[in-house]
């Protein structure tokens, strides 16, 4: 029966590793004796990360690489893969939001997310997952988020990138499953993590957050036993189950009242 055992020994390549979430998934990972490939732009946090699991007995590797740039997966790939690491765990966690109205928002940062949360993601899965089918096994986690269950005005274009990565992860676990690849999309909610600061999303921080550890605790879990999506807290759960019986522009109207900046005009 498949269980978070069968990681041991396991090389896992994790991407934004050097923060949040991410560093949640290389501890976990790693306290289920999988080998790390810490992979994230501040070299600084990931050689930080990398010896502290090193001193726990953890075999490391750090590739610096900001996802931003569209030649960094094959980047990521010739120094892992291509140099001969068999890599059986692809975790794409690396993601950024921007909160704010649409025609208001820097549009570099708003391209910037479409690239690392959606072309990056799409082009690592495109080069790591072939090997995992010749050799008939391995593991994809993807991150998405509640977000991508409905739009989320003033986070549009993060809650749209969200949907791409959940219904990409949905129909690639469908190709895969038969070469004995599992693919979770997991769906994290308000999280313990740089996110809301980066994203300057202040305002969604009243509603309370879910610990990196806990999120991830859970992930790893549907992981190991190929489920295919995980909403790791009841809330979420409640809120996905919700959204199927309303109408989008119902859902919309309430979010765009409650998320609205305090500038934009009414």
Not at 47 to 59: Q, R
Not at 124 to 135: C, D, G, I, N, Q
Not at 214 to 231: D, K, M, S
Request: glycine share 8%; aromatic share 10%.
């Amino acid at each position: 029966m498949a269980d978070v055992k069968d990681f041991n020994g396991k090389w896992a390549l994790v991407t934004g590793a050097s923060a949040g979430i991410g560093t949640a998934l290389a501890r976990e990972l790693a306290s289920h004796g999988a080998k790390l490939i810490l992979t994230a732009r501040r070299k600084e946090r990931l050689e930080t990360l990398a010896a502290d699991l090193a001193a726990k007995g953890t075999e490391v590797r750090i590739v610096v690489a900001d996802l931003n740039d569209p030649a960094a997966p094959q980047q990521i790939f010739d120094a892992t893969a291509g140099a001969g690491l068999v890599v059986d765990i692809l975790i794409n966690n690396a993601g950024l939001g921007l909160y704010g109205a649409h025609v208001q928002n820097d549009v570099a940062q708003e391209m910037s997310q479409i690239r690392v949360n959606c072309e990056a993601m799409v082009r690592l899965s495109r080069l790591f997952v072939p090997p995992m089918v010749e050799r008939r096994g391995g593991w994809v986690l993807i991150l998405a988020s509640t977000a991508s269950f409905q739009p989320v005005p003033y986070l549009s274009t993060y809650a749209a990138t969200k949907a791409f990565d959940r219904f990409f992860a949905l129909g690639l676990a469908a190709e895969v499953a038969r070469f004995g690849v599992k693919v979770t999309a997991l769906c994290p909610g308000p999280t313990e993590s740089e996110f809301f600061d980066v994203a300057q999303a202040g305002i969604f921080k009243a509603r309370g957050f879910q610990s990196a550890e806990e999120v991830v605790r859970q992930g790893i879990a549907a992981l190991a036993r190929g489920q295919r999506t995980i909403i790791p807290y009841f809330a979420g759960r409640f809120t996905a189950f919700l959204v199927r019986f309303l109408p989008v522009g119902l859902i919309t109207y309430f979010v765009e009242k409650g998320a609205r900046p305090k500038e934009t005009p009414a």
